[in-house]
């Protein structure tokens, strides 16, 4: 039935799952993390701007400055680390051929009736039934 991602009742599943569930411990350690960065954060811009009125060099304004961009940033990059699952890549026929010396994947030899190299499947509709 509604096996979409986009289904309501999926969505409210995960949700209670978040909240109270399995992931809830997860999810609050995370908040917590995120919640004491940014008043790291803030504390040291009330600090800066207190330096500020002492009129320090426009040097140690950007060093700083670019300390806080830092620390967002490893933040951001922790959590954006993009696994690729797209295509077939170290599956066993592949290991089988390394393992003897040849290319991962077979070069194509065949031609087609146009005099170019020949493509690796049939184009049109797939024949097996659904």
Known sequence: MAKST??????????????????????AARLNRLHAKLSSVASRAD???MKDDEDL???DANQDSA???????VEDAESSKK???????????????????????PSATGMNRQGGVA????????????
């Open 57 to 59: 060099p426009a040097e």
């Open 67 to 73: 300390l806080e961009a830092d620390s967002m940033q």
């Open 47 to 49: 600090a800066d701007e």
């Open 119 to 130: 493509a690796r499947r049939k184009a049109g509709r797939s024949k097996r039934r659904r």
């Open 6 to 27: 986009r289904s309501k009742v999926k969505r409210s599943f995960r949700s209670k799952k978040r909240e109270t569930g399995i992931y809830a411990a997860t999810e």
């Open 83 to 105: 696994i690729s699952t797209h295509g077939p890549r170290g599956s066993r026929r592949e290991e089988w051929r390394t393992s003897k010396g040849l290319t991962a994947r």
